[in-house]
């Protein structure tokens, strides 16, 4: 199986400010990796696909880069609305495996 | 418009079979290329995938549960099941299903579901 690690698992941070959320897989996945936005509710928001591209609906400042086994999700600056979980996932192979996760929480 | 609903018995025993549907809408699972998947979350936990269907009937499962795992399809009712055999109190969780398009987009909205005794 493809390891996901994600990090920080918590990440403190203010309105306006610049963020990336790291995810490193055990091997290479050959820029399969994807992004999603978990609210308290626990609606889950598909943000990025194939490391960086961004699904519909989703603002720009929104963005994903990496490859082999190094990605990144930044978001350029924090708007109120952006506060919540954040998972990276993997579909290079089965049995498909998700990083766990970052908490991006307002300081 | 796509949209997911998972849908399920909310409480069950161990041991007992836990069976689960999805019925979505704006897509076709005998259209070629789609899927539908399950993933699950415990309680404060992260996202644990569980099986794939497509629209061949071509099956995927999680081997740390395979072989209590049978995922399933309904094209002329748009739904799409998952059951799980033998539960036990560590399978209580939210569940949830999601088109296979692009990663998983869009997803249901989940199903709690608890195991207890």
């Known amino acids: 199986d493809i390891q996901m690690t994600q990090s920080p698992s918590s990440l403190p941070a203010s309105l306006g400010e610049r963020v990336t959320i790291s995810c490193r897989a055990s091997q290479g996945i050959s820029n399969n990796l994807n992004w999603y936005q978990q609210k308290p509710d626990g609606t889950i928001k598909p943000l990025i696909y194939y490391t960086s591209n961004l699904q519909s609906g989703v603002p720009s400042r929104f963005s994903g880069s990496g490859s082999g086994t190094d990605y990144s999700l930044t978001i350029s600056s924090l708007e109120p609305e952006d506060f919540a979980m954040y998972y990276c996932q993997q579909d290079a192979s089965f049995p498909r495996t998700f990083g766990g996760g970052t908490k991006l929480e307002l300081k | 418009q796509v949209t997911l609903k998972e849908s399920g018995p909310g409480i069950l025993q161990p041991s007992q079979t836990l069976s689960l549907t999805c019925t979505f809408s704006?897509?076709?699972?005998?259209?070629?290329?789609?899927?539908v998947g399950w993933i699950r979350q415990p309680s404060g936990k992260g996202l644990e995938w569980l099986a794939n269907i497509w629209w061949d009937d071509d099956k995927y499962y999680n081997p740390s549960l395979k072989n209590r795992l049978t995922i399933s399809k309904d094209t002329s009712n748009n739904q799409a099941f998952l059951k799980i055999t033998n539960v036990d109190t560590a399978d209580t969780a939210t569940y949830y299903c999601a088109r296979v398009h692009y990663g998983y987009n869009p997803w249901g909205q989940g199903v709690m579901v608890t195991v207890s005794s």
């Open positions: 704006g897509f076709s699972l005998s259209t070629y290329g789609m899927g």
